[in-house]
């Protein structure tokens, strides 16, 4: 491929108006209208030579680079965007200028971010870099060409911010949603080894981190133990040397529990006394058979209020209450009682 260059433009003009010539006098001989093909011939000669003319002239012109941003201080990690190319106001030959807009020059000029903070700070931060891009042009113009002299370039300014790279250990939570057979539920929480993993990343985003979650996983009807590995997800500019772990979810049979509250009077006067009909509810749960040793009574309370006793009615209603977390399905009865009040004399 022959290179169109300051130097050898007279070469190369001299090149191209023989090759045009030779090919005209070819398709001469066998054309039946010579002078009129002749005439479009010098014509489009005669222009093309006024374009190499024209192309031999300075012009100047807008031009857009793309960037890439290598070397990338290792003890740091970027935060928020750089702009992807630079907007160049350029002086140049027509016949460079006329390569950029064909698409044949200018491959993206690589920016060495190492190099430029290096010793660059702003207000003594190691955080916040800022570079005046006009103070590189001379560097800018060697990657694009030598024949181009850049006149002005936007952004004239770069800022570099960066969080410090820190190490933390974070607990892994499972993300999975779970569905049982019939008497079958879980036997306690789900648990991962490790149960929790070194994280790397900005100090801004782990200070904020509670926990690292694993990819979604959705486990229906389950009737015995699952054991999986599954991966763990990170937010994007996080890293880990642990990239999945041992998840655990333990099944058990459940087992049907039978048993009764004592309802209690809340809001009772002292002069008054309160007999209800039946003194008692009857509850009925699921547990699981691993949990049944667990199970503590006193975590559940039945009662009737006082204040909610009124003239129309013979009957309060029952309030129950269960703080116990081994125990499913929870149900009662009676919903109401009957009373009868006697004051104390």
């Known amino acids: 491929m022959l290179l169109l260059t300051h130097q050898n433009r007279p070469f190369v003009k001299q090149f191209l108006v023989k090759r045009i010539f030779l090919y005209v006098r070819r398709r001469v001989k066998n054309f039946s209208y010579q002078k009129a093909f002749v005439f479009l011939v010098c014509l489009a000669l005669s222009s093309f030579l006024w374009l190499l003319s024209?192309?031999?002239?300075?012009?100047?012109?807008?031009?857009t680079v793309p960037v890439n941003y290598v070397d990338f201080p290792k003890d740091k990690?970027?935060?928020?965007?750089?702009?992807?190319?630079?907007?160049?106001?350029?002086?140049?030959?027509?016949?460079?200028?006329?390569?950029?807009?064909?698409?044949?020059?200018?491959?993206?000029?690589?920016?060495?971010?190492?190099?430029?903070?290096?010793?660059?700070?702003?207000?003594?931060?190691?955080?916040?870099?800022?570079?005046?891009?006009?103070?590189?042009?001379?560097?800018?113009?060697?990657?694009?060409?030598?024949?181009?002299?850049?006149?002005?370039?936007?952004?004239?300014?770069?800022?570099?911010?960066?969080?410090?790279?820190?190490t933390r250990k974070i607990k892994v939570k499972p993300n999975i949603r779970l569905g049982f057979e019939n008497q079958y539920s879980l036997g306690h929480e789900p648990t991962t080894l490790p149960d929790s993993i070194v994280v790397s990343g900005p100090k801004n985003m782990l200070d904020t981190m509670k926990t690292v979650p694993t990819n979604f996983r959705e486990f229906s009807k389950l009737a015995t133990s699952v054991e999986q590995t599954i991966p763990v997800r990170l937010t994007r500019g996080l890293t880990t040397e642990t990239k999945e772990v041992h998840l655990t979810i333990p099944v058990e049979q459940n087992t049907e529990v039978d048993f009764e509250v004592p309802i209690q009077v809340l809001h009772l006067p002292a002069d008054v006394t309160l007999k209800m009909f039946p003194g008692k509810v009857k509850v009925a749960c699921r547990i699981g058979l691993g949990k049944y040793k667990n199970l503590d009574y006193s975590a559940f309370r039945a009662f009737i209020d006082y204040e909610n006793i009124n003239g129309n009615s013979a009957r309060l209603p029952v309030t129950f209450e269960s703080h116990s977390n081994v125990v499913l399905n929870v149900n009662f009865s009676p919903k109401e009682v009957e009373y009868i009040l006697e004051h104390v004399k």
């Open 77 to 166: 990690q970027l935060s928020g965007s750089l702009p992807q190319n630079f907007d160049l106001l350029v002086d140049a030959y027509g016949y460079t200028l006329l390569s950029y807009n064909l698409h044949l020059a200018f491959s993206p000029i690589q920016i060495n971010v190492s190099e430029l903070v290096d010793n660059v700070t702003e207000r003594g931060s190691k955080e916040k870099y800022t570079i005046l891009t006009v103070n590189h042009l001379q560097e800018i113009e060697k990657q694009i060409s030598s024949e181009i002299r850049i006149l002005s370039i936007k952004p004239d300014t770069l800022i570099f911010n960066f969080s410090k790279i820190v």
């Open 54 to 63: 024209s192309l031999e002239k300075h012009y100047t012109s807008r031009i």
